[in-house]
Each structure stands twice: as C-alpha cells, then as structure tokens.
C-alpha cells in the first residue's frame, strides 16, 4: 500500500511490537482480508487518508485494528456491511465502484480460520475501525 499512499498523499501508521506473531493463517487469505478493509480504508476516506494500523498480540491470539478518518459508517449499516452484494445505501459509498463482495469475503478469510472480524464507528465523517482477531500457534 505504500504506492497507494503516495498517489492518494494519505499515510499509514503501523503500530506492532518488534516480535514474531507466529500467527496461525493462511497467508494468503490472511492478506486478501487486511488488503480488503485497507483498500476500504482509502478508497471511503476524504481527500488526506491516514490509517492506524495497530498489532496488538496476546499470548492465545493476535488482534489487528485498522482504523481510518474516512466517512464512517451509520449503526444500522454497520449490522449489514459483511453481506454478500451488500453496498450501502450512501450517496458517497455508491459514488465509488465496488461489488459488494470484499468485506464478505474478508469475514470468510478470517473466520476459516479460526478468527473473528468486527466494526465500530461513531457515525458519518467519523472514521471506522475494523478489528481482526487470529489465533497464534
């Protein structure tokens, strides 16, 4: 995502401990779900994305949070948004080209493997944090 970066003049901010995770993942998978919600990340924020990417490991599993200053997302889609073609009803979000498949697919990824995928955000023009949950070996 680095030349994402530096086309959109947005920035990412990793926070992760200097350890081996050794999470238990697919690689592949485990990849398409975070590029998934950091593509989200860019492509649903305004004109200066900058995304948190916080590593935050236990001793059972590893939680990965990604949060963004993007156009947020209403509770009552937030229930709705790992559907399979699901695509807000957002005036913004219908601007943008999409399937409605990534973040179900994303969801899928993670939970096949034995994790947990949620959402939070306060609204609209609020930001969103997704959080990704996995198991280490």
Do not use: H
């Amino acid at each position: 995502f680095q030349s994402r970066t530096a086309t959109s003049g947005g920035k990412i901010n990793l926070q992760s401990p200097e350890t081996n995770l050794n999470m238990s993942v697919n690689l592949r998978l485990f990849k398409m779900a975070v590029g998934n919600i950091l593509d989200n990340a860019f492509k649903y924020s305004n004109e200066e994305p900058t995304v948190a990417v916080r590593v935050l490991p236990t001793e059972s599993r590893v939680r990965i949070e990604i949060s963004d200053n993007g156009i947020g997302i209403s509770a009552k889609e937030q229930k709705k948004i790992f559907a399979r073609f699901y695509r807000s009803g957002s005036e913004l979000t219908r601007e943008k080209p999409g399937t409605g498949l990534g973040l179900y697919f994303a969801k899928l990824a993670v939970v096949a493997q034995g994790g947990k995928i949620a959402v939070r955000s306060e609204g609209e023009n609020k930001g969103t944090t997704f959080s990704i949950e996995v198991p280490r070996r």
